[in-house]
């Protein structure tokens, strides 16, 4: 199976490195710039579950020759998701599968616009990071992907998915219940982010000031909206997620708040708005609104500096 990754970031090139260690078909379409950086130094992860080193991984530009690929994974982040649908469109073939990772739901109707039924739902949990010298960083032992066909059933392209990503050196799961599994990590991330963003705190800096309350409460804001779309979540996650976010001496921020201190881009609108948006009048999801417009009014600060910056 020829496997295409758009990007070779934290995510992308922690999964795509790790297929490429187990003997895997992978290629990185990255940007110039990346480009030469992974020519001179290589593609590097370190872990504690094993380091890699790559010295000269496939990559492809955008504008090389094209051809078909049997297998595209989108790792970017939602705000580049357009100038990503474009440029993997000369990499697409009649049997290509296209595979976001990317948060939320918003995405899919983009793809699916674009490309039909090639799209397959997906997700990751990883905790990862590129370093100043643009190797990747994975922080705990999290290093999962889940997969599968947004209407449930095994097809012959997930059996094959399935057989390439087997024993590569990170969890997979094939799911029947993909889209169960994307809004009920929607719910978590807009619950981590959202409370975490709004308090500029950890989660254990949360519950020590008495806050665990408000982590509990915007998630169950964020469950009511996933239950009127038709995804209610299942026992097992609501436990899971509650003692997550209330956890004494957690360390865990989202990704979200360390963007907004190091002054990034963040994903306000496809975690926090698209849910937001989608809550009936009766719900009041106030804490959900709170959170999103904390986000929003730092984006327009942001917003604000760069053109003053021009």
Excluded at 67 to 95: H, M, R, T
Excluded at 196 to 217: E, F, H, K, N, Y
């Amino acid at each position: 199976m020829k496997i295409l990754f758009l990007g070779a970031g934290a995510i992308g090139g922690y999964f795509g490195g790790r297929l490429l260690q187990a003997g895997r078909d992978v290629t990185f379409l990255v940007r110039p710039g990346r480009a030469a950086a992974l020519a001179e130094r290589g593609l590097t992860i370190q872990s504690r579950l094993g380091n890699v080193h790559l010295p000269n991984p496939p990559m492809v530009t955008d504008g090389d020759s094209a051809q078909p690929f049997d297998l595209i994974i989108l790792s970017c982040k939602a705000y580049d998701l357009e100038s990503a649908i474009d440029s993997i469109a000369a990499w697409v073939g009649p049997n290509t599968a296209i595979l976001p990772l990317l948060n939320g739901m918003k995405h899919l109707e983009a793809l699916a616009e674009r490309f039909g039924g090639r799209v397959l739902g997906g997700l990751c949990v990883i905790s990862a990071a590129l370093d100043a010298s643009g190797g990747v960083l994975h922080f705990n032992d999290l290093h999962s992907l889940t997969y599968g066909e947004l209407d449930g059933s095994r097809s012959p392209r997930v059996a094959a998915i399935e057989a390439a990503f087997s024993q590569a050196g990170f969890d997979v799961a094939l799911s029947e219940q993909i889209r169960q599994e994307m809004w009920e990590k929607w719910i978590f991330i807009a619950s981590a982010a959202g409370i975490t963003c709004l308090m500029r705190a950890s989660i254990g800096d949360i519950v020590a000031v008495g806050g665990a309350d408000l982590a509990i409460g915007l998630l169950n804001e964020c469950a009511a909206i996933a239950t009127n779309e038709g995804f209610p979540p299942r026992p097992a996650f609501m436990e899971r997620a509650r003692a997550t976010l209330s956890a004494p001496g957690s360390a865990l921020t989202a990704s979200m708040l360390r963007d907004i201190e190091t002054g990034g881009r963040v994903e306000g609108e496809p975690i926090l708005g698209d849910l937001l948006s989608r809550a009936r009048p009766s719900q009041a999801p106030n804490l959900l609104r709170l959170a999103y417009l904390h986000v929003r009014a730092y984006e327009a600060r942001r917003e604000r500096s760069d053109k003053a910056a021009k």
